[in-house]
């Protein structure tokens, strides 16, 4: 740091996140080696100038010793991350359990889980118990970290009783949270069995934030009718303290794409699957495989279409990537059975000897494999039956100034929001609309790709991850400030 730099009070920003940023992997007793996933919040954070982000999370393994908790601290503190150790208990409660069993699906609409899918993990109440317990181990982790004047900004539905845990510790804590995922309609929420204890713990931050207006909307009318408080165009009040909610739309680092085309590697990748699928068009699908992302829905589509088309059968492909998620809970086990059946299916009903019309990969690929994939598509389909905002939709948009292919985008997705007008937006549960909506993408004429293409260009290059970062954490300070001249009147 450069001596008599001008130093903001708030330069110093700590990211809590179930998941830390690096994958971790055990070489030794005492040796770890260490991955950095550059994913969206990570690229958001490193853009920013104005601050300096220290991570705070899970690294996503058992670390039962000392020895390796030891070194992996270390190894981690190199990395600007500090690590929370969970037991395997605590994960199978907790990450397992109550938040991808329980939030994660109610969050998306697919309700609460019926006898059997609780049975796997016990009871809601001891998950709760260790959802709770986590958090607060979290909050440990932080409250030794912090020092006056830092920014602790909270992340998503793992850590939704953070904000009141860290409180306790400190009222002067600047605390944000934001939600990476959609927030349900209040009668939606209003089912879970912990609904006043997560409004309440939220409340207890200074700044609560969403993807979208709708989302913000939902979290202001469950408390306005769970909770009884009062809702205002600020956020919610509750005897006279108001915590602030709104609206933040994420972004990507378009950039970082952008220039990674230019690369030779990626060149000679982009070279290489024109061969390959040449003659054909290319259909790109890349998701987590969660059931949120609608891809037997999108299969199915896909498969009426071949069959309403028969002149379409040789000359298009479908990669679909599926990125293996969340092993552990059931409901993805048969999840990734279902879709794999379906490939099957299609694949035998429609494929040739030398071709077939889906490549589906259970794996993920890396940044230079991804971004040449996005480069060489026709048409992409995002097909989420809900999603918070969908970054796929996104980073295909950012790869594709050279052709300007087609986007088909789920409305349920939060980037129906920004990118509908580019986009053909679809109703991923309706095949016959999804089906219909691939003839016309396929079809389409260049200068319609073209203007659709530039609009949702323009978007996604002006509103990146940096901004979206920068916006938050400035209005969290200015939501603290304001705070403080009112309570001082
Ligand atoms: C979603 C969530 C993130 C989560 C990611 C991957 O995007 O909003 O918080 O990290 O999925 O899921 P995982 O369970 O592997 O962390």
Redesign the pocket.
Known sequence: EEAGAARPFWQRLLVV???LPVSAVRRGEDSWSLDISAGGLVSALLGVKEFEARWIGWAGVNVPDEIGQKALTKALAEKRCIPVFLDEEIVHQYYNGYC?NILWPLFHYLGLPQEDRLATTRSFQSQFAAYKKANQMFADVVNAHYEEGDVVWC??Y?LMYLPECLKKYNTKMKVGWFL??PFPSSEIHRTLPSRYELLRSVLAADLVGFHTYDYARHFVSACTRILGLEGTPEGVEDQGKLTRVAAFPIGIDSDRFIRALELPQVQEHIKELKERFSGRKVMLGVD?LDMIKGIPQKLLAFEKFLEENPYWRDKVVLLQIAVP??TDVPEYQKLTSQVHEIVGRINGRFGTLTAVPIHHLDCSLDFHALCALYAVTDVALVTSLRD?MNLVSYEFVACQEAKKGVLILSEFAGAAQSLGAGAILVNPWNITEVAASIGQALNMPAEEREKRHCHNFHHVTEHTAQEWAETFVSELNDTVVEAQLRTSK
């Open positions: 996140a179930n998941r991808n992340h998503d793992h990476h995922t987590r998620t969340r918070g």
